[in-house]
């Protein structure tokens, strides 16, 4: 069993209170990720339940008994940090192996659970050699090992990618997810990488200034946002955000406004956009059925120019200007579409299904439901 709970947690350091009242439950076997901007109170959260900070209020539950108090080696808890604090003397099998020689294990024991270990890693090759002989990528699967070979409950991941080169990241978090559908033991893992957060987790958990805003599947977060700061986080590029005009706005920022469904939402003064979801054509293709995108639309569509235009291969990112409007809009356009470059005029379109709306106090509005959303798991 690996369940744990938080029931009104706090953390203070002196007068200032960084960590709010937390209430979550972690199921057993589950993968829950934590994920918000630096100093947002998630790896202190995570330390709390590791036993490396204490708590000031509330209770932490593992597997339902009271832990707060429990030292942190008898919580049933192992972390993997995003230092490898591996020791530079040892051998891999040596650093796998340390703590169950701390704790009185049988080498023959020990042996066998490290060589286990090793094979779920594909390190066995790698057991002989010491830490200065190995990648980034290979000195984390044996930090990662090290904390296997004890068995634990949980498992409390810190940022444990952070230090790796980007396409080595893209392979530890295929490794990770398959480890946890082998191992199927619970995993808390931390980070700021929204693309690690919607590809490893079965829930997420989004930190902001010491508490959690919404907790739910990724999708549902993506889909259904609780408010403007989760819309905001989650999603590469960035959402659009669009405030509802001024009476005596430029025509196009009303336009745009009245295209996204603003003027049937009364208690809407933001408009939300992924920018996925906002179709731009070259002022010349207006009439072109293929011209947006590849997507039909209707109408002469609201003119833009294009600030910068970005082609990535596979998506081109398009950032665009409108008369009106503070700040620019961003489009991201599938290779196929017809190229823009910076300067051209263009027309954009977007069905207002997709558009999300928010109040004066920043909550999306109960009518904000984009298409294939579930409602968000508590």
Known sequence: ?????????????GD???????DLDVRDGEFMVFVGPSGCGKSTTLRM????????GGDLLIDGARANDQRPADRGAA????????????????NMGFALKMAGVSRAERDEQV??????????????????QLSGGQRQRVAIGRAIVR?????????????????????????????HQQLGTTMIYVTHDQVEAMT??????????????????PLDLYRRPANEFVAGFLGAPRINFIDRPAADAPGAARQLWDLLGGGARPAARRLGLRPEHLQVAAASAVGDPAGANSVASTGAGVPATVALAEHLGDVSIVHLRVEGLTGLLTAKLPSGAPPL???????????????????AEARALDDSRQPGATAAAA
């Open 79 to 94: 972390m993997v940090f995003q230092s490898y604090a591996l020791y530079p003397h040892m051998t891999v099998a040596e």
């Open 115 to 132: 060589r286990r270990t090793a094979e779920i890693l594909r390190i066995t090759d790698l057991l002989g050699r010491t830490p200065r």
């Open 341 to 359: 470059h910076d300067g051209d005029a263009a027309r954009l379109h977007a069905n207002a299904i997709h558009a999300l709306g928010f109040d």
């Open 49 to 56: 339940i590791a036993g490396l900070e204490d708590i000031s």
């Open 151 to 179: 068995k634990p409950k949980v498992f409390l991941f810190d940022e444990p990618l952070s230090n790796l080169d980007a396409s080595l990241r893209v392979d530890m978090r295929i490794e990770l997810t398959r480890l």
């Open 1 to 13: 069993m690996g369940q744990v709970t938080l029931r009104g947690i706090r953390k203070r350091y």
């Open 200 to 217: 490893m987790g079965d829930r997420i958990a989004v930190f902001n200034q010491g508490r959690i805003e919404q907790l739910g599947a």
């Open 16 to 22: 200032h209170e960084v960590i709010q009242g937390l």
